[in-house]
């Protein structure tokens, strides 16, 4: 059990700059990158803005877990790797986000409405397949030593973030719905 939980664990520090992105985009606006398409929630400021500020708070959250000998995963004295890796992820969320409001706006469902489980897992797919071609990049052109996807994710660990990310983003929505930052708790 302690082997599962701890599998969960890593795995949601790993995907931690696809979720701050994700957060981070509930406070940005500005002109939206094509409102037929995407609806109007889909700005450019949020698209670049976010993966950056993602990559600026993980900068002290990975020294902490660096510090604390809890994860090496996310190392900032490595810029490169460390920057590559998390404007990467927090692009590749940003990028699910979107593509979930493409098929969400052509099966005619509005914006702000609940489609089960996209809404909760379109950034954690992003984040993934960025994370796993940004690695794999690093690796094939010898900036990285391994390929930190492959040195990092566990199986277990991905499967059980799909089953728990729903319930953490309807926590975390319903947090945001209370402060006034969403108008639903989805």
Same mark, same amino acid.
């Given at each position: 059990?302690?082997?599962?939980?701890?599998?969960?664990?890593?795995?949601?520090?790993?995907?931690?700059?696809?979720?701050?992105? $994700?957060?981070?985009?509930?406070?940005?606006?500005?002109?939206?990158?094509?409102?037929?398409? +995407?609806?109007?929630?889909?700005?450019?400021?949020? +698209?670049?803005?976010?993966?950056?500020?993602?990559?600026?708070?993980?900068?002290?959250?990975?020294?902490?877990?660096?510090?604390?000998?809890?994860?090496?995963?996310?190392?900032?004295?490595?810029?490169?790797?460390?920057?590559?890796?998390?404007?990467?992820?927090?692009?590749?969320?940003?990028?699910?986000?979107?593509?979930?409001?493409?098929?969400?706006?052509?099966?005619?469902?509005?914006?702000?409405?609940?489609?089960?489980?996209?809404?909760?897992?379109?950034?954690?797919?992003?984040?993934?397949?960025?994370?796993?071609?940004?690695?794999?990049?690093?690796?094939?052109?010898?900036?990285?030593?391994? $390929?930190?996807?492959?040195?990092?994710?566990?199986?277990?660990?991905?499967?059980?973030?799909?089953?728990?990310?729903?319930?953490?983003?309807?926590?975390? $929505?319903?947090?945001?719905?209370?402060?006034?930052?969403?108008?639903?708790?989805?």
């Amino acid at each position: 059990m302690k082997e599962i939980l701890g599998a969960l664990i890593e795995t949601l520090y790993l995907l931690l700059p696809a979720a701050l992105a $994700n957060m981070v985009a509930t406070f940005t606006n500005g002109r939206p990158i094509h409102k037929e398409l +995407l609806g109007e929630g889909k700005t450019w400021r949020g +698209l670049f803005l976010s993966p950056v500020v993602a990559t600026i708070l993980m900068a002290p959250i990975a020294k902490l877990a660096i510090s604390t000998g809890w994860s090496h995963a996310y190392d900032p004295n490595s810029p490169v790797i460390f920057i590559s890796l998390t404007l990467a992820i927090g692009f590749g969320a940003m990028v699910g986000d979107s593509t979930k409001s493409y098929f969400k706006r052509r099966k005619g469902i509005p914006r702000g409405e609940k489609w089960f489980p996209f809404d909760q897992l379109d950034f954690v797919v992003g984040g993934l397949v960025a994370a796993l071609a940004s690695a794999s990049i690093l690796h094939i052109n010898g900036v990285a030593e391994n $390929n930190w996807f492959l040195q990092h994710f566990s199986l277990v660990g991905v499967v059980l973030v799909f089953v728990i990310m729903p319930l953490l983003h309807r926590a975390v $929505n319903i947090i945001g719905r209370a402060i006034g930052v969403k108008k639903v708790p989805w």
